[in-house]
Every structure is written in C-alpha cells, then in structure tokens.
C-alpha cells in the first residue's frame, strides 16, 4: 500500500496560482487513481479533482473546472494539482487520496469513499 505526502500549499491573493505536490511511497503507484479533495472546519469534506492510473482521465468539480488542472508523473511517483485564478472560497486544507480499487464509473472517482490511502493534507489561503 503506498502512503502520500501532499506539499505545495501555503498563502495567496486571490487570482494567484499554487501547485499542489502529492508524492507518493511505495511500487504499485501507477496502479493508483488519485482525487484532491479540500476541507474547511466545520464543513464536510469536498471533491476537487481525479486523476485515473494511467493519466488518461481526469475529472474536476464544477467549482473548479477551467481553473484547476490535475496531472500525474508516474515515473516520479507524483500527482500535481494546478491551481489557477484562485478565489478566496478556496481556502481550505487540500488532501489527495488514491484508490486501487477499479472505478465503476466516472462518479466514483468523486466519492470520498471510494480511496482507501489519504494524505496529512496542506492547508490553501487565498487572500481577498
């Protein structure tokens, strides 16, 4: 099972940009899909973005569609989330979660339930 370790995060204005690191232990990581999801106190924890194992496939929460972008460097073991145009109701602690379970469908990837390996998370302050 690998473990992930999420960097990157930190403190914006809005309409900055941030790239989020989650980097990950372990040999079976390409095997791996991988969402971002985000958590503010108080509040249940939301869908960001999805990432299948091969690359191929990539998925994002209608809050962020055309403003984030998730890749992946299996080589390095490595998924990025650009972050892009940021507004303050971004702020929140950015985990990335994988799953090697295989989705049923494009829906899984946003279900919080459907990953088995979660990072500590980063915390994101955007500024206004």
């Known amino acids: 099972q690998v473990q992930l370790v999420e960097s990157g995060g930190g403190l914006v204005q809005a309409g900055g940009s941030l790239r989020l690191s989650c980097v990950a232990s372990?040999?079976?990581?390409?095997?791996?899909?991988v969402g971002w999801f985000r958590q503010v106190p108080g509040k249940e924890r939301e869908y960001v973005a999805a990432?299948?194992?091969?690359?191929?496939?990539?998925y994002y929460a209608d809050s962020v569609k055309g403003r984030f972008t998730v890749s992946r460097d299996n080589a390095k073991k490595t998924v990025y989330l650009q972050m892009n145009s940021l507004k303050p109701e971004d702020t929140a602690v950015h985990y990335c979660?994988?799953?090697?379970?295989?989705?049923?469908?494009?829906?899984?990837?946003?279900?919080?339930?459907?990953?088995?390996?979660w990072g500590q998370g980063t915390q994101v302050t955007v500024s206004s």
């Open positions: 979660a994988a799953s090697r379970s295989p989705m049923s469908s494009s829906t899984s990837y946003g279900r919080s339930n459907a990953y088995e390996v």
């Open positions: 372990g040999r079976t990581f390409s095997s791996y899909a």
């Open positions: 990432i299948s194992s091969s690359g191929t496939y990539t």
